[in-house]
Structure formats: C-alpha cells, structure tokens
C-alpha cells in the first residue's frame, strides 16, 4: 500500500523558514517526479513546486521563486521544500504528491499519489 506522509509543518513568524518533508512507502518512486501543492481555506488546491525523477528539472509557481526550494533523496524516497522568507500570504496546507511519469508538471491530475497534508500557518 501506497503511502506520502508529510511532516515539517508549523506555525512560523512571517520572514521565517521551514522545511517539509514527504516520505514515500510502499513502493519506490526514484523514478517519477514529485510535487508540492498547498490549499488554503476556501481556495483550490494550487500547484507549489515540483521535481523531476532525478532532480535535474524543478519548477515553481511564480510567486514563491528565489524563496521555496524543492529537492529529493530517491535513496529515502523522500522529496522536500525549503520555505525561506515566508508571508502570511503562504499560510495552507501543504500536499506532496507523485507524478504519473518522470518530469515535473504543474497540473494536479498528473499526480496520482497524495499525502495527507502538514498546515503551514504564517503570522504577521
């Protein structure tokens, strides 16, 4: 059985930092890309970040370029998000995921495998 299960969460001042993880069971994922969505509430799911199978691509959505950085350790099977200089506006909860094929993208329906989520709560 298939598992994402994210932790690193928290409540953060705004201009803080934190960093997620996602660790995958079950099955390797070393050769498929991964990805970061987040929701906040009364929003749709958005596309955060993503990974390919060997992190040689990465993408970004455009307000969290030069602040969030994603990467993976396929030996873990884990991929993370470093969240620099966070705002309040970047409050959600944060969803990892896996892609159906090994590039990056930013639609949620190429993802086939979903974590739980880990609330990212930014005071101002």
């Known amino acids: 059985q298939v598992q994402l299960v994210e932790s690193g969460g928290g409540l953060v001042q705004a201009g803080g930092s934190l960093r997620l993880s996602c660790a995958a069971s079950?099955?390797?994922?070393?050769?498929?890309?991964r990805g970061w969505f987040r929701q906040a509430p009364g929003k749709e799911r958005e596309f955060v970040a993503a990974?390919?199978?060997?992190?040689?691509?990465?993408s970004y959505t455009d307000s969290v370029k030069g602040r969030f950085t994603i990467s993976r350790d396929n030996a873990k099977n884990t991929v993370y998000l470093q969240m620099n200089s966070l705002k309040p506006e970047d409050t959600a909860v944060y969803y990892c995921?896996?892609?159906?094929?090994?590039?990056?993208?930013?639609?949620?329906?190429?993802?086939?495998?979903w974590g739980q989520g880990t609330q990212v709560t930014v005071s101002s």
């Open positions: 995921a896996t892609g159906r094929g090994p590039g990056p993208s930013y639609s949620t329906t190429y993802y086939n495998y």
């Open positions: 079950g099955r390797a994922f070393s050769n498929y890309a």
């Open positions: 990974i390919s199978w060997n992190g040689g691509s990465t």
